[in-house]
């Protein structure tokens, strides 16, 4: 697997939401996406990132860009997400890790000296043209959403 570089083309994809069906980056044309991922629904530094980007939604709307929250969380644990935090962004079930994968952020991590694979936490910034603006990798939960809004606006 290469990793993915600013200009080059976003890889698209089509996955399933808690909210608004299906969502395509090739549907996303025209506007800016947040395309974020986090390992898992209801955990601290998620569901701070996840209420955070909420947070800022209407600030990120006035840039032309969308929200999009990728984990490998089911639909159905999405939605449950969505109501017990209230948020409001797009949020992609990824089981089968396409996204996931084709992002380059299934990595081998260790804790308690454990070596295991799972989701790092990454942002994307594709620009309108659905190529990628900016990446940012093994991100910090806290003040992440005000970082990018304020890379978005620089």
């Known amino acids: 697997m ?3 570089k600013i200009g080059q083309a976003a890889p698209d994809f089509s996955l399933e939401t808690d909210s608004t069906g299906t969502f395509s980056l090739a549907d996303a044309k025209g506007k800016k996406v947040v395309l974020f991922f986090y390992p898992k629904d209801d955990t601290s530094g998620c569901t701070i990132e996840n209420i955070d ?8 709307a006035a840039k032309n ?3 999009v929250g990728v984990s490998a969380d089911s ?3 999405h939605a449950n997400f969505r109501k017990k935090h209230d948020l409001d962004v797009i949020l992609v079930s ?8 084709a992002y380059g952020v299934w990595v081998e991590k260790k804790m308690y000296g454990k070596t295991y694979f799972g989701i790092e936490r990454a942002t994307y910034l594709i620009d309108e043209d659905g190529k990628i603006g900016h990446i940012w990798r093994k991100v910090r939960a806290k003040g992440h959403a ?6 978005i606006s620089a």
Request: no cysteine; hydrophobic share 40%; proline share 3%.
């Open 65 to 67: 860009t969308i929200l």
């Open 94 to 101: 990824d089981p089968d890790k396409q996204a996931i994968e």
């Open 146 to 151: 005000q970082a990018v809004l304020d890379h």
């Open 2 to 4: 290469t990793e993915l």
């Open 53 to 60: 980007f909420t947070a800022l939604k209407d600030e990120f």
């Open 75 to 77: 639909v159905k644990k």
